[in-house]
């Protein structure tokens, strides 16, 4: 038996959220994570629009659902000290296209098949998918990178038996389009042991 | 008398506001599952900004709105649920449509209501010009500032995206459908911030006392 994703909503209704309602995942709201065990959660997704001041002051719950094997999906630019191993981010002043095309750095079977090019521009228009790079762990498998190969935008790296899968831009699972939604793809890697490499 | 604003601790909230380009301009900065009356003592103009938990807003709905009803001034913004907490707010919800701008021939919906209204010395009226997410109907007695016509595709019969309303309370609301610190604090989409550009330092202005300055 699978256990269920967990995501934190956060008091409105937004397309993140109802991107996240054909996977097995239950919503719960985030102010009652202190409630929550979350060893009963496959994978904790957590929006760009989640408060991470507050994510910080549960970072021990965090870090020891990873340490025990959890996984987290986390989205946005990590302002505050929420997850363990990461670093600050960087903004990019006035950038440019080619400060913000995606480029593809490693296979990946959550995003097997979709073309980087799709991620860089939605009708046309680039950004939504991610505008910051951060620093990841040295240890780090890094996806995508932004504008240039050293400045990570995607990546997943370990925490004792977990991992966590960053994404420095709009919620990861709202990509991929009809046909290649990124919101079960992440849900089977995590189900099928997220075979990293 | 200072002026103060929420922040709901998500990472645009935290670049928008504790970032250098506004900092300064708060007096006070009350992160707002810790709002309390206590916390506004003084305070005389208090933002709440776009997409601050509804659940956190509604838990403090008294606190906001005896604020208000001191005779102060609120303003608040869009994806908040204002509907669900402050008085005469009735909100309908659009789909949002982000891309009305990629027909190089279309024009945005909005229209500017009061050109003679003192925020639009502030923010020009083509930096408020950027989706939106839903629409206000103004309770009796409010001045619809921004609005735009019904929905084409008929979900509504339009309505304001920004107004001020001096009558249900004492004090002064403004309320919005818009998002600017969402996007200003994503780094994304500069109209955005050029609204913050023109809103904040006006906002900083009116909450001082307004002695010599002769605005209302």
């Known amino acids: 038996m699978t256990k269920p994703g967990l995501a934190l909503s956060f008091g409105y209704d937004d397309g993140s959220l109802r991107a996240l309602a054909n996977v097995k995942a239950e919503l719960r709201d985030i102010y009652a994570l202190p409630d929550i065990d979350l060893n009963d959660f496959s994978v904790l997704f957590v929006s760009m629009h989640s408060d991470q001041r507050f994510l910080a002051a549960r970072a021990g719950q965090i870090e020891e659902y990873l340490v025990r094997g959890g996984v987290v999906v986390a989205n946005g630019h990590h302002a505050y000290p929420y997850l363990p191993r990461m670093a600050g981010f960087h903004t990019i002043d006035n950038y440019k296209l080619s400060d913000i095309t995606v480029l593809r750095l490693a296979a990946h079977p959550i995003w097997h098949g979709i073309d980087p090019h799709d991620l ?54 709202t990509f991929g389009g009809e046909d290649k939604q990124l919101a079960p793809r992440i849900m089977q890697w995590v189900t099928e042991g997220r075979n990293v490499q | 008398m200072s002026l103060a604003i929420l922040d709901g601790g998500t990472f645009y909230h935290h670049a928008a506001i504790h970032g250098r380009r506004y900092r300064a301009l708060f007096d006070k900065i009350i992160y707002a599952p810790e709002l309390t009356a206590d916390a506004l003592t003084d305070v005389t103009f208090l ?66 209501l009061a050109p003679d209204h003192e925020f639009f010395q502030a923010v020009p009226f083509e930096s408020t010009i950027w989706h939106f997410h839903g629409v206000l109907t103004p309770p009796p007695g409010a001045r619809a500032l921004i609005d735009v016509p019904a929905d084409p595709e008929g979900r509504d019969s339009g309505g304001a995206l920004l107004y001020e309303d001096r009558v249900t309370l004492p004090g002064r609301l403004l309320v919005s459908t818009l998002d600017p610190f969402y996007h200003h604090g994503s780094n994304f989409m500069p109209a955005t911030t050029k609204f913050l550009d023109g809103f904040l330092p006006w906002a900083k202005r009116k909450a001082a006392p307004q002695t010599d300055r002769g605005g209302r």
């Open chain 2, 47 to 112: 933002i709440v900004p776009d997409r601050i938990n509804p659940n956190v807003l509604r838990a403090n709905r008294d606190v906001l709105i005896q604020f208000a009803k001191a005779g102060h001034t609120l303003v608040v913004f869009g994806e908040n649920r204002a509907d669900t907490w402050l008085p005469g707010v009735t909100w309908a919800a659009r789909p949002t449509n982000f891309w009305w701008w990629l027909d190089k021939t279309a024009h945005p919906p909005h229209r500017l």
């Open chain 1, 120 to 173: 860089t521009f939605r009708r046309g228009v680039s950004g939504f998918y991610g505008r910051v790079w951060h620093d990841a762990p040295p240890d780090a498998l890094v996806i995508h990178a932004l504008g240039q190969p050293n400045l990570p935008l995607d990546f997943i790296y370990p925490v004792g038996r977990g991992h966590v899968l960053f994404h420095g831009g709009n919620d990861l699972w």
